[in-house]
C-alpha cells in the first residue's frame, strides 16, 4: 500500500477555530474521512512531516492528532515504520463509554481511600453513562489497552513519580486519562486529589488549636519497607507546620514501621519510660489504626486522654475503634464528580484545583485547653 496516498481527496484546508486543539480538530477530519473512505486496514498514512506540511501545522501538533488516532484504535503507530490504518475503525456514532480504573498494582478494597474512592466512582458512573472496569496496567500499556478495550477513558490511582511524565505525554497526546488521589501542581491539567502537604499542616495546626504543642507521626511504610510519596508529602507539610507554629520536634517522634506495625511497641514504651511521649500523633496509614489502637492499649495509654489521634481519608471497615477516629478527609463527592466530568467533556480539560479537605471530628482528639507546656 505504500505506493499510494490514501489520504488522497482530503481537504486539509481547516479552519480552526478555539473551542477545541488543534491536533483533535485534525483527528476528528482524518476519522471521518478513513470512516467515509472504507480504508482498508494496513493502508500506510504519509509520514508526520508530509501531513503537517498539508494541514499547515507543526509537526509536534500533527504528531498529536495522529497519536490520539492510535489511543482511540484507528491507527498503529511503529517506529522506523510508519503509521498504518487498523480494523476495524470503531464509529464515532457509537462511541464507548467504558471507563477503566487502572493501577500498577492490584486494587484492594484496603479500608481507606481506595475502597471511598471506588464506591463513589461506581455509584456516580450512571449519572454519565459511564461503564466501569477494573485493571491492572502500567502506562506502557495504556494505549494498547484504550484500543483493546475500546475505552472512552481512564482513571489511574498511583503514587508512583516515574509513571507522571509518561502520563503527562499520554494526556497531552491527547489520551481521555484523569489521575486519582494526589493533586501535582505541576500536573494539574489532569491530576485530582488534596494537597496532602497542605492538609498535613491544617492537621498539625488543628492539634496545636487543641492545646498539644508535642506532636507525633505513625508513619506506616509498604510491603516493601518503602515511605510511600503520599507519606513524604504530608510528612513534609508536617515539618513546615512544625517549623511555623514554633513547635518543638525530636526524630524520635517520627515513628515508621512495617505493615504489621512490627516495632511500634517497642518504640512508644521506650519515649513513654522516657517521660518524652507526644501527646498527639499523625497516623498516615489509616488501614493501620486497628494494630495502633491495640498497641497504645498495651502499653496501658488511653486514647484520647493519653494519645490524641488525627487519621487522614476515611476508615471504611467495621472496626469499632477505626470509627471512632478524627479525620483529615478528601472530599470524595466533590472528587468523583471533577474527574467523571473531566473524563465525559474531555475537550474542556483545564488546569484544576486541589480538592479541598474536610475535617471529621470524632472521639480521638482531647482538647487540653492550652494547658500543655
Known amino acids: 500500500m505504500d505506493g499510494m496516498d490514501i489520504l488522497d481527496g482530503l481537504d486539509c484546508n481547516c479552519n480552526f477555530d478555539g473551542h477545541e486543539p ?8 482524518i476519522a471521518s474521512f478513513l470512516q467515509a473512505s472504507n480504508t482498508p486496514e494496513g493502508s500506510k498514512l504519509p509520514n508526520d512531516k508530509e501531513l503537517a506540511r498539508r494541514f499547515n501545522v507543526a509537526v509536534m501538533t500533527m504528531a498529536q492528532a495522529l497519536n490520539e488516532l492510535a489511543a482511540r484504535g484507528m491507527l498503529e503507530r511503529c517506529v522506523g515504520a510508519g503509521t498504518f490504518v487498523r480494523t476495524p475503525i470503531p464509529s464515532t456514532a457509537t462511541a ?87 493533586w501535582y501542581r505541576n500536573y494539574n491539567e489532569f491530576s ?28 506506616g511504610l509498604g510491603s516493601n519497607r518503602v515511605r510511600h510519596y503520599s507519606s513524604t508529602l504530608r510528612i513534609n507539610g508536617y515539618m513546615r507546620a512544625l517549623k511555623e507554629l514554633d513547635l518543638p520536634f ?27 511521649l507526644p501527646s498527639a500523633f499523625l497516623v498516615l496509614k489509616l488501614p493501620q489504626s486497628p494494630r495502633i489502637y491495640d498497641i497504645i492499649e498495651r502499653l496501658d495509654l488511653k486514647i484520647p486522654d493519653d494519645i490524641s489521634l488525627v487519621g487522614f481519608d476515611e476508615p471504611y471497615s467495621s472496626e469499632r475503634r477505626m470509627q471512632s477516629l478524627t479525620t483529615f478527609s478528601q472530599n ?42
Open 22 to 29: 488543534k491536533y483533535r480538530q485534525i483527528a476528528k477530519r
Open 96 to 182: 464507548s463509554r467504558r471507563i477503566a480504573i487502572v493501577c500498577h498494582q492490584t486494587i484492594t478494597m484496603e479500608g481507606g481511600f481506595g475502597t471511598g474512592l471506588l464506591l463513589e466512582l461506581y455509584r456516580r458512573a450512571p449519572e454519565f453513562g459511564f461503564d466501569m472496569i477494573q485493571l491492572r496496567r502500567t502506562p506502557d500499556e495504556y494505549e494498547r489497552t484504550f484500543r483493546d478495550f475500546g475505552l472512552h477513558g481512564i482513571i489511574v490511582l498511583s503514587e508512583e513519580l516515574t509513571f507522571l511524565p509518561e502520563l503527562s505525554m499520554h494526556f497531552k497526546a491527547g489520551m481521555n486519562l484523569a489521575q486519582v488521589g494526589i
Open 192 to 219: 485530582f486529589g488534596t494537597d496532602h502537604a497542605l492538609v498535613a499542616k491544617q492537621a498539625v495546626k488543628y492539634l496545636h488549636g487543641l492545646g498539644h504543642s508535642r506532636i507525633g507521626v505513625f508513619n
Open 250 to 276: 525530636t526524630q524520635e517522634w517520627l515513628i515508621s514501621y512495617d505493615e504489621t506495625c512490627q516495632g511500634l511497641y517497642e518504640k512508644l514504651a521506650c519515649l513513654k519510660e522516657s517521660g518524652n
Open 332 to 373: 470524595l463527592p466533590e472528587l468523583v464528580n471533577r474527574v467523571l466530568t473531566r473524563l465525559d467533556k474531555p475537550r474542556n480539560s483545564t488546569a484544576n484545583s486541589a480538592v479541598p479537605s474536610l475535617l471529621i471530628e470524632r472521639n480521638s482528639c482531647k482538647c487540653l485547653l492550652s494547658t500543655e507546656k
